[in-house]
């Protein structure tokens, strides 16, 4: 009996944390923001897996002060990550990369076409708590602010 109570706990904290063995969490679910970088625009996206798959939806903002929204589709295998970024202007962006932490998705983004016209440009985008999809530009306002100190 002392040896299936150990079994079942054992079985509990294993599969009730999704985690690597590092103890990292191998979710990528959440909202992620990179406040500078490549063009200096700023970027926030609500991102969704089921499976291998990701999806989601956010806004951003230029280095001119231009607003707008974009979709995400991608992929997730363990800690590489490959996102398609929509803007609503017609842009696109392909992130390549990986969870370099539990909350840090780091690798490069290209902007064109499929093959990517435009050169490849390091970028990093950092996990936020601080969920704010309800008031984008509140947000925009403040990574603007922060990225300026």
């Given amino acids: 009996m002392k040896r299936l109570i150990t079994a079942v706990a054992a079985a509990l904290l294993l599969a009730g944390c999704q985690t ?3 103890g990292m969490s191998t979710s990528v679910d959440g909202q992620w923001v990179r406040s500078a970088g490549a063009l200096n625009n700023q970027t926030m996206f609500l991102l969704q897996t089921s499976g291998g798959s990701a999806t989601g939806s956010g806004y951003y903002m230029t280095t001119a002060g231009k607003p707008g929204t974009l979709r995400v589709t991608g992929t997730v295998d363990g800690s590489r990550v ?20 539990a909350d840090v998705l780091s690798g490069s983004i290209k902007f064109g076409a499929i093959a990517g016209d435009q050169p490849e440009q390091s970028v990093s985008f950092q996990k936020s ?21």
């Fill in 20 to 22: 690597d063995p590092m």
């Fill in 82 to 101: 490959a996102l398609d970024l929509v803007f609503d202007d017609g842009a696109l962006g392909h992130f390549s990369g990986t969870r370099t932490g």
């Fill in 129 to 149: 708590t601080n969920m704010m999809m309800d008031d984008p530009m509140g947000m925009m306002m403040d990574m603007m602010r922060t990225a300026r100190h």
